[in-house]
């Protein structure tokens, strides 16, 4: 059996395998497009493309394809095999640089935004050589972005790409300031952590909303949730240490950096963690990771749901984006040192984030925005709809002191002492954790904690990666040519730190006393809902800085505003019209046919003699009856709202339709038809429970 290092990137076509199959020229000019972002020569695309075929081949590779990422959220492909005929009858196996470069798929069957119409179909991928090429199946994969025929990005690679070389151009300036003019590159970096529920495929396949929505549309409450705090860190069931066993071994094979794993909070909830790459790749490996998820669980059973709110009652499901910068040497640009206060560089950066959130917290909201994550963001396990960031006491300290220009005291560092002599002493860290924050430091990096689990973390981060850029370019331009570079750089951060301390909240970001002060006192957004927020990527300034810094064109913004609140629409309408379906074909029938049951008991009680008691049954059937009207009513309701719904005028009317009227008739109805199946004899009730499904993987 191959040992974790042999199997580690054995099915990518990574630095290793190009070293060793290219000529020594060939290599360094594909080097130099890697990793300084050098124009790709033909000649080079030809050798890498025969290269590259060689290797699929000899690990059983049948075929190729571009695979991208279109507006969809998931990844698309299109498959060829590397077949050509031969003169004798037979066939040869090909691949060219042209191939390898680009491909054709429709652009007008994926989502667009009105960028394309349906007759005008030819669109293109373009291989990103910075990811790695891999083999999934029998099928050689070639990381790609996608646009349109007229050059519009109809994907999330291409805008993540820009704003990373937008990141890249502004730090670049920054550090020269600072006398570094070795570095030649600098990129952002981001390890996700993944949560994901497990359940029974059996049982999963027994419910319509888990297949056509992802989550669960009804679900009483069961006897035990997650109120032990049991399951945290739990011993992990065999059924799923074989399937965490598997899922490692396949994430491994494809170079994906799986590092943590551990049950999570909520029955039946667990998380993976990688660690951290480079930003394009680490999105690449998270949507292939969550693609791996969904099939290993297959082969065991199981299901893996994604959804950020699978069950009520529980918590839900995020994906906490560990972002961070690093210079090509290797050096973390928001790394304090030993000494924050004394490097200005690290003070620099930090600034540059701390105003980047502050100035474009709503283009971060956005950027986590679904209807499946409003259902989770400001619920007790997740951070809340309003955008702030947790420092810790001592960068809070020191910006405090640099705002009031006082002596900085220093952190204390103090022993931790656990009462045993043989348990090993050691210091305890200068902050402690925040979980309730969006923004959280932690060290050297920012956690950002509001995406949800099924998101791609591309959005999230073109937009963290395009503000930070922002403020930089805003520094450079001030700081270039000053003749005290010193004091204007001290001036600027404590100014920094004066116009945007509002963003920075060390405290509980659960408390409603909180939500009240940052939005009454403080002034922060606080956008519930993704039709509340989706419309202000449009406002002109997040226009201006996403068009400056060319991450996209305002064609390309609009697109997105479109496609967004329509994925947000059809979710619901799908959710809705689910719910239907379900109480009128299942559970109705059952309620009353247990309501006649029961009804047909009391009658036969009452023939064998009137002493015989009867009251539990007709106060069941009294009860029943009236939640049965209640189900009706309720569903009819909702149905009458969906139609109203067709007279929307435009998408934004439509959403917030969808908001203010589909989403309180789906919680009516979801309110008596769990109160129904509390009620209802459990061999009457038409499909698994929360119970069932929590606690169904042993």
């Known amino acids: 059996m191959a040992t974790v ?33 050098k124009e790709l020569d033909l000649t080079v695309a030809n050798a890498v493309a025969a290269a590259m075929k060689d290797w699929a081949v000899a690990h059983g590779a049948t075929h190729y394809t571009h695979w991208f990422q279109p507006l969809t959220g998931v990844t698309a492909e299109k498959h060829d095999s590397f077949i050509s005929p031969a003169p004798d009858g037979g066939v040869i196996m090909e691949f060219s640089g042209k191939e390898l470069i680009k491909g054709e798929p429709d652009a007008s069957s994926f989502p667009s935004g009105g960028l394309r119409a349906t007759f005008e179909a030819r669109g293109y991928t373009a291989w990103d050589p910075t990811s790695y090429a891999f083999i999934k199946g029998k099928t050689l994969c070639i990381p790609t972005a996608f646009c349109s025929y007229g050059g519009e990005a109809l994907d999330k690679k291409t805008p993540l790409l820009r704003s990373m070389e937008a990141l890249n151009v502004q730090a670049l300036r920054i550090l020269k300031l600072f006398g570094n003019d070795t570095v030649k590159r600098v990129t952002s970096s981001v390890g996700p952590e993944q949560e994901y529920f497990l359940v029974d495929k059996e049982m999963y396949n027994k419910r319509k909303d888990l297949i056509y929505t992802g989550r669960t549309l009804f679900g009483a409450k069961p006897p035990k949730g997650q109120e032990m705090d049991d399951h945290y860190f739990g011993v992990i069931k065999p059924r799923v240490a074989a399937y965490m066993e598997d899922l490692n071994e396949e994430l491994w094979k494809l170079g994906i950096l799986a590092k943590t794993e551990h049950n999570e909070v909520a029955p039946a909830q667990h998380e993976l963690a990688p660690i951290y790459t480079t930003t394009n790749i680490a999105t690449d490996h998270n949507q292939l990771t969550m693609e791996i998820m969904q099939k290993v669980a297959a082969k065991h059973g199981l299901v893996c749901l994604l959804h950020e709110k699978p069950f009520a009652g529980v918590n839900g499901s995020g994906k906490h984006n560990n972002w961070s910068i690093a210079t090509d040497a290797g050096q973390n640009l928001l790394s304090p040192g030993e000494t924050p206060y004394e490097n200005a560089q690290f003070l620099l950066f930090l600034c540059a984030v701390i105003k980047a959130v502050d100035d474009y917290q709503d283009l971060l909201r956005i950027s986590v925005a679904t209807a499946g994550n409003d259902h989770r963001l400001g619920a007790n396990e997740a951070p809340p709809a309003v955008v702030s960031i947790f420092l810790g006491d001592e960068l809070n300290a020191v910006l405090e002191a640099i705002e009031n220009d006082t002596p900085y005291q220093g952190a204390k560092k103090t022993t931790m002492k656990l009462g045993s002599d043989v348990l090993p002493k050691f210091n305890r860290d200068t902050t402690d954790r925040n979980r309730t924050s969006p923004f959280a430091f932690t060290g050297n990096k920012f956690e950002f904690r509001m995406l949800g689990s099924s998101n791609s973390i591309a959005c999230a ?3 963290l990666n395009t503000a930070v850029a922002e403020s930089l370019k805003i520094y450079a331009d001030r700081l270039e040519g000053v003749a005290d570079f010193e004091t204007a750089l001290h001036d600027m951060i404590k100014k920094t730190i004066k116009d945007h301390k509002r963003i920075i909240f060390n405290g509980n970001g659960y408390d409603d006393s909180w939500i009240k002060e940052a939005t009454e006192k403080r002034g922060l957004c606080n956008y519930r809902t993704t039709a509340d927020c989706m419309p202000h990527i449009l406002d002109e300034k997040n226009v201006r800085i996403l068009t400056s810094h060319k991450v996209f064109s305002e064609v390309e913004l609009k697109s997105r505003y479109e496609i967004m609140l329509e994925n947000y629409c059809k979710t619901v309408m799908i959710e809705a019209c689910t719910m239907v379906d379900m109480a009128k074909k299942q559970i109705l029938p059952a309620v009353s046919a247990y309501t006649t049951d029961l009804a047909e008991s009391v009658g036969k009680k009452l023939k064998l003699g009137t002493d015989i008691a009867c009251k539990y049954e007709k106060e069941a059937v009294k009860k029943l009856s009236i939640l049965c009207d209640k189900i009706a009513e309720a569903t009819d309701l909702l149905e009458g709202t969906l139609v109203k719904i067709k007279a929307a005028e435009s998408i934004g009317e439509e959403s917030e339709m969808i908001r203010d009227a589909v989403l309180v008739a789906m919680s009516e109805l979801r309110v008596a038809c769990d109160e129904a199946e509390t009620m209802t004899a459990e061999k009457y009730w038409p499909f698994p429970t929360y119970g069932e499904l929590l606690f169904g993987v042993r």
Request: aromatic share 8%; hydrophobic share 40%; net charge neutral.
């Open 461 to 463: 981060n073109i937009m």
């Open 5 to 37: 290092k042999e199997q580690f990137g054995s099915l990518v076509f990574d630095d290793r395998v190009m070293k060793a199959s290219l000529d020594a020229k060939v290599y360094a000019s594909l080097k130099k497009t890697i990793d300084e972002g």
